[in-house]
């Protein structure tokens, strides 16, 4: 072969390769709310865990400004009991617990409590106690649910729950006097996301998730 051959198939190859041989990987499909509709939207399972990145900021009088620190969290469940169809999650550091950290204690991470969460059917409650009973239950949401919908826990309460649609999932707000939280469920997974906030001084928090790993892996 001539050396005109030669550089002519060196530029043939280089070209090839250019054109398709570094071709970007497959981009992953966006799932639909009706994908997401059909997917659990708070896959409790005993041994489940979700690991959190949180930032707290508060305001410090004694430093006179506000403060900011970070921490890693874990919502984890202990124990899952089922009766007539209820099904109750006890649940180790539900992020709410997180609305309690006490930035002058200096504590790396605040203590994490229990909290029961039923399931019946496809409706989630938060449990008077650690039993599958609805009994005292405060209701929470039903799947599917619907964006710009409003849950309220009981006819007694004056606040509800607003639901608004995301391209990851849907986020629920609770919006007080005083504070406000939100939950952001990512159909699959879980709690991809929480924020709690108080009005007036500075008492803001924000858990982002890390990592979720399924039962018994």
């Given at each position: 072969m001539n050396a005109s051959r030669r550089l002519a198939r060196v530029a043939a190859i280089a070209a090839l390769a250019l054109s398709g041989g570094c071709s970007s990987p497959a981009k992953?499909?966006?799932?639909?709310?009706?994908?997401?509709?059909?997917?659990?939207?708070?896959?409790?399972?005993?041994?489940?865990?979700?690991?959190?990145?949180?930032?707290?900021?508060?305001?410090?009088?004694?430093?006179?400004?506000?403060?900011?620190?970070?921490?890693?969290?874990?919502?984890?469940?202990?124990?899952?009991?089922?009766?007539?169809g209820v099904t109750a999650f006890r649940v180790r550091g539900w992020p709410t617990d997180?609305?309690?950290?006490?930035?002058t204690t200096g504590s790396a991470t605040p203590p994490a409590t229990e909290k029961t969460i039923l399931r019946h059917g496809n409706s989630f409650l938060f449990g008077a106690s650690?039993?599958?009973?609805?009994?005292?239950?405060?209701?929470?949401f039903s799947w599917p649910v619907i964006d710009g919908q409003k849950i309220c826990p009981s006819a007694e309460m004056v606040y509800c729950w607003q639901v608004t649609a995301l391209e990851t999932g849907y986020k629920l707000s609770f919006y007080t006097g005083p504070d406000e939280q939100t939950f952001e469920l990512a159909p699959g997974t879980g709690v991809a996301r929480f924020h709690y906030a108080h009005h007036g001084t500075t008492n803001e928090v924000e858990a982002k998730l890390v990592t979720y790993s399924k039962s018994g892996r």
């Open positions: 992953k499909k966006q799932l639909t709310q009706q994908d997401m509709i059909a997917m659990d939207p708070l896959p409790l399972a005993k041994g489940s865990k979700w690991t959190y990145t949180v930032t707290v900021k508060r305001f410090d009088p004694d430093a006179d400004k506000e403060t900011t620190r970070s921490l890693s969290w874990t919502t984890e469940v202990l124990d899952a009991k089922e009766s007539n997180l609305a309690d950290i006490d930035a650690a039993e599958p009973s609805l009994d005292g239950a405060e209701g929470w």
